[in-house]
Nanobody, 129 residues
Framework: QLQLVESGGGFVQPGGSLRLSCAAS????????VGWFRQVPGKEREGVIC????????NWIDSVSGRFTMSRDSAKNVVYLQMNSLTPEDTGVYYC??????????????????????WGQGALVTVSS
């Protein structure tokens, strides 16, 4: 069974930081493109950042530039999302997702359309005073 499980969500004040984890089972995450998405009730799901399995540049939306980064721990089969300088607009349920259908690079189209095959259950991030 192919599965992704997010963890590390919680409550944080504006300006704070959180690190989300995305743990894979049933497949090797290191060979997949991985993306992070977020959703607020009543709004469309938003692609936030994604990275390929190669050495290419990741893609991200302008609002998280300089604040969000991705990393991988291949030995643990885990991908991380480091979120710094959080604002209330970052609040939402964060999902990690993966695919190996489109090569080793994450394109802007993939981030925008959510062209991923395996999705986690989501982790709630609340940024508020």
């Amino acid at each position: 069974q192919l599965q992704l499980v997010e963890s590390g969500g919680g409550f944080v004040q504006p300006g704070g930081s959180l690190r989300l984890s995305c743990a894979a089972s049933g497949f090797t995450l290191d060979s997949h493109v991985v993306g992070w998405f977020r959703q607020v009730p009543g709004k469309e799901r938003e692609g936030v950042i994604c990275d390929g399995s190669g050495d290419g540049r990741p893609n991200w939306i302008d609002s998280v530039s300089g604040r969000f980064t991705m990393s991988r721990d291949s030995a643990k089969n885990v991908v991380y999302l480091q979120m710094n300088s959080l604002t209330p607009e970052d609040t939402g349920v964060y999902y990690c997702a993966s695919t190996d259908r489109w090569g080793d690079h994450c394109s802007g189209d993939m981030l925008r359309t959510g062209a991923f095959d395996i999705w986690g259950q989501g982790a709630l991030v609340t940024v508020s005073s």
